[in-house]
């Protein structure tokens, strides 16, 4: 839980991010030692924190040591010159010069995830990155939550961690002409780790409750540390409202739910109130919702309507329209196309869909012909729903959603 905090503290105390970690996970291996030999100390943070600076000391000793034998073995050959590495003051015997700042250590763990996500890194690397040393994942875990071999994760983490070294990325959060960047690249980030909790790729549950929870988590601390910035709150809402639906989104067998079918009784009434508070404060704060706020503004529509025929249609095609606007996309267009569906039928929407289809957008989704044969479904034309059907299931890689939409193939029969 409070891995993130520490790993910060000493990466700003080292300047050495993968130095850190390592430290960190030192001092918890002394404490599975210790504690239960002496007992649980009154501040555990502190007392990892004390440990973790204790080793990092011992580090820079032994690295200041070896200089020092370079530089003497220089000077013997006749090339001179020392090589640098100074060690900090040394800390007092008992570690209490490890102060346990909560703002201090908050900061600290705002910056390291701007380090996490930082643009110098690829985007696998910065979802893996993120989960390791802020969400405190496991490569194991990691690996099974996107389906890859656990060798591969560690290779991206090495990687990522070579990488901010070799950038020379110091530990500290980027300036304030970097910051909207950086911010959204944060952003991206737990929202995609979301994204595929919420609507698995592949795999046979539908969604993975761990990963989307833990992207949920990161929004929250997030919106903690940065509470003025209005598309922080804007994401977190949009998380919280979606996630609100997780419990009537699959059957008692894991199967899909559609929206229209699902028990609303069964939404989650307090993640609801969370994701709308949320909201108002992306709004409270005065700049205007982004892509992330706009999106949970249709979010709010669904949360607050009693049934799909009741949702205020025209209103979250309006909102589609100006997210396609600030952040146009080939999905907003296709979920606008289904929000016109609702609001106008589904021969207003056919035709946005096309447009897609012509213009090869979404080429490798399931999506787009999913969409397109439910609404030529709706308008009664069903061989042609049917072969869309099919070319859905051949690309949809979540055995879930092609078991519902061979499903929905035998309805046309």
């Given at each position: ?52 600076r204790r080793r990092a000391i011992d580090a820079f000793r032994r ?125 991206s980030v737990i929202y995609l780790i979301f994204t595929e909790g ?216």
């Open positions: 839980m409070e891995s993130a905090r520490i790993v910060g503290a000493l990466a700003r105390y080292t300047g050495d991010f993968a130095l850190a970690e390592d430290l960190a996970q030192e001092a918890l291996a002394e404490a599975l030692v210790t504690w239960p030999r002496e007992g649980v100390p009154n501040n555990p943070v502190g007392w990892l924190l004390t440990v973790g690295r200041s040591s070896l200089d020092d034998r370079y530089a003497a073995l220089a000077r013997d050959l006749g090339e001179g010159g020392a090589l640098t590495g100074a060690a900090p003051a040394e800390a007092d015997p008992d570690g209490h010069d490890v102060l346990w700042d909560p703002d201090r250590i908050d900061d600290d763990v705002l910056t390291l995830i701007f380090i996490s996500c930082h643009p110098v890194l690829s985007r696998e690397a910065r979802v893996a990155l993120t989960l390791r040393v802020v969400g405190g994942l496991t490569s194991d875990e990691i690996a099974k939550a996107f389906l890859v071999p656990t060798a591969t994760v560690q290779a991206r983490i090495t990687r990522a961690k070579k990488t901010l070294g070799a950038a020379r990325v110091p530990f500290e959060p980027p300036r304030a002409s970097e910051r909207a960047e950086r911010l959204g690249s944060v952003l919420s609507s698995a790729s592949s795999g046979g549950d539908l969604i993975r409750f761990d990963l989307a929870g833990e992207a949920q988590r990161l929004a929250r601390v997030l919106a903690r540390l940065a509470p003025t910035e209005p598309e922080v709150h804007g994401l977190l809402a949009l998380l919280e409202l979606t996630a609100a639906r997780f419990p009537a989104r699959t059957g008692p067998d894991g199967e899909p739910v559609l929206l229209e079918d699902q028990d609303r009784r069964r939404w989650d009434r307090a993640a609801i109130v969370r994701g709308r508070a949320a909201l108002a404060q992306a709004e409270r704060l005065g700049r205007g919702l982004g892509a992330y706020g706009l999106q949970a503004a249709i979010a709010e529509c669904h949360a607050v309507a009693l049934s799909v025929a009741e949702t205020n249609w025209e209103r979250v095609v309006l909102i589609y329209e100006a997210l396609g606007r600030l952040a146009p996309s080939p999905v907003v267009q296709l979920n606008r196309a289904v929000a016109v569906s609702m609001a106008s039928g589904p021969a207003a929407a056919l035709p946005i869909v096309d447009e897609l289809v012509a213009g090869a957008a979404l080429g490798n989704s399931h999506l787009l012909p999913s969409v397109r044969g439910e609404l030529l479904s709706r308008m009664g034309r069903r061989d042609e729903a049917r072969a869309e059907f099919e070319a859905a299931i051949g690309l949809c890689g979540n055995e879930r959603e092609r078991a519902l939409l061979g499903r929905k193939i035998a309805a046309l029969d």
